[in-house]
């Protein structure tokens, strides 16, 4: 079936230090990648998604590429900041269904 | 748009009382989703609906939990009785799946606690 794995956590970084987050895949078909972010208490939003294979995701300076020779959806950033501290979950949704199968999750702490 | 809506946002109850949890997804979204998480299991789905219709309930723990959903704008999920074991928070999620558009968009969460 299906999966995610992530790399374990947590993963503290410096203020304006480089951001990777590993994410590699198993699925059967064409799956769909996202990347969702999670901050303290609160749900989580779509952060980057992309949806056929060598598409980059982009946004708030994150980015991820659907490699599917590598089954990977790494996530990375230049340079965090300290507001960048949070959840980050990355997941796969597989062809004609809307569920999402998610990874257990990364903490990223930034500090000043 | 108002996003997805739960309510109640806390919730603080007591071993062997029924539980229930609401959930309005975003107009015009025809999928909808229950999640569980805990500092233990991460996020778990527990069961999912499209058109009003349960798909896949593979989730749920046990016949103590139960979801609904009588309509397009309003989704239920109860737990009856409730054991501390159930505290977590419960994320509500919709999505259009209409092949153009694939983003679930996510509530902001129940914070159960059984005690």
């Known amino acids: 079936g299906n999966s995610v794995t992530q790399m374990e956590g947590p993963v503290t970084l410096s203020e304006e230090a480089f951001l990777t987050i590993n994410c590699t895949y198993t699925a059967t078909g064409y799956p769909s990648l996202f990347w969702y972010v999670q901050y303290p208490g609160e749900g989580l939003q779509l952060l980057l998604k992309?949806?056929?294979?060598?598409d980059k995701g982009s946004n708030k300076g994150f980015e991820a590429t659907y490699r599917k020779e590598t089954t990977s959806f790494h996530l990375e950033k230049g340079s965090v900041q300290v507001s960048d501290s949070a959840v980050y979950f990355c997941?796969?949704?597989?062809?004609?269904?809307?569920?999402?199968?998610f990874g257990q999750g990364t903490t990223l702490q930034v500090k000043p | 748009d108002a996003g997805v809506i739960q309510s109640p946002r806390h919730e603080v109850t007591e071993m062997g009382q029924e539980v229930t949890l609401r959930c309005k997804p975003i107009?015009?979204?025809?999928?909808l989703f229950w999640y569980r998480q805990t500092m233990m299991r991460g996020l778990e789905l527990l069961i999912y609906?499209?058109?009003?219709?349960?798909?896949?309930d593979s989730g749920m723990p046990e016949d103590r939990f139960s979801a609904k959903m009588p309509n397009a704008s309003f989704s239920t999920l109860k737990i009856q009785p409730s054991e501390p074991r159930d505290s977590a928070v419960y994320f509500c999620a919709s999505i259009l799946t209409s092949g153009y558009t694939d983003t679930q968009y996510f509530g902001p969460g129940t914070r159960l606690t059984v005690l």
């Open positions: 997941a796969l949704r597989g062809s004609n269904t809307g569920k999402l199968i």
């Open positions: 992309a949806t056929k294979a060598d």
């Open positions: 609906f499209n058109n009003n219709v349960p798909i896949d």
């Open positions: 107009s015009g979204h025809n999928s």
